[in-house]
Antibody, heavy 112, light 107 residues
Framework: EVQLVESGGVLVQPGRSMKLSCAAS????????MAWVRQAPTKGLEWVAT????????YYRDSVKGRFTISRDNAKSTLYLQMDSLRSEDTATYYC?????WGQGVMVTVSS | DIQLTQSPASLSASPDEIVTITCQAS??????LLWYQQKPGKSPQLLIY???ILADGVPSRFSGSRSGTQYSLKISRLQVEDIGTYYC?????????FGAGTKLELK
């Protein structure tokens, strides 16, 4: 059974940092590009970042460039999202996804 | 960035009705379009990829089509369990972009 399990979400103050993790199982993690997608409360889906299978290529939406870093550890079948200089507009549920498979999501709240 | 204009924003339909949702791309994206269904409080589920290919396990009443830069998702006979919000996603060029969503409700 394929599983993507996100963790690390919490309440954080503006300007602070947070790191999300996504543990994958049930498929060959190293063979799939991976992405983070977020959804603000009551809003639509928004692509955040994508990483290639090797981790050698990364892509970001403009609003997170220079603040967020996507990475992966294929030996641990884990995807990460390092989020720095967080803003209130980053408040959302964050999903890791292969496109086909999705995690259950983790809530990130940025508030003072 | 490529824009996807999704319509309608909301839709009310009766069981067994035919439902069609469209996404208009701002430029050529070929077949690089996916459709997702999201139920309240749940993660999105892939329905269609490469514009017209049904994902494994998805009921055959769902279908995708393309005409130029306009893409459509059709539900041939609406079932109660089809209620939710539908999104299109283009993966032709970065940044990947989603349509704004179509909320489908029962009449």
């Amino acid at each position: 059974e394929v599983q993507l399990v996100e963790s690390g979400g919490v309440l954080v103050q503006p300007g602070r940092s947070m790191k999300l993790s996504c543990a994958a199982s049930g498929f060959t993690f190293s063979s799939f590009p991976m992405a983070w997608v977020r959804q603000a409360p009551t809003k639509g889906l928004e692509w955040v970042a994508t990483i290639s299978t090797s981790g050698g290529s990364t892509y970001y939406r403009d609003s997170v460039k220079g603040r967020f870093t996507i990475s992966r550890d294929n030996a641990k079948s884990t995807l990460y999202l390092q989020m720095d200089s967080l803003r209130s507009e980053d408040t959302a549920t964050y999903y890791c996804t292969t496109g086909l498979w999705w995690g259950q999501g983790v809530m990130v709240t940025v508030s003072s | 960035d490529i824009q996807l204009t999704q319509s309608p924003a909301s839709l009310s339909a009766s069981p067994d009705e035919i439902v069609t949702i469209t996404c208009q791309a701002s430029q050529d994206i070929g077949s690089s379009l996916l459709w997702y269904q999201q139920k309240p409080g749940k993660s999105p589920q892939l329905l269609i990829y490469s514009a017209t290919i049904l994902a494994d396990g998805v009921p055959s009443r769902f279908s995708g089509s393309r005409s130029g830069t306009q893409y459509s998702l059709k539900i041939s006979r609406l079932q109660v369990e089809d209620i939710g919000t539908y999104y299109c996603l283009q993966v032709s060029s970065s940044p990947d972009t989603f349509g704004a969503g179509t909320k489908l409700e029962l009449k």
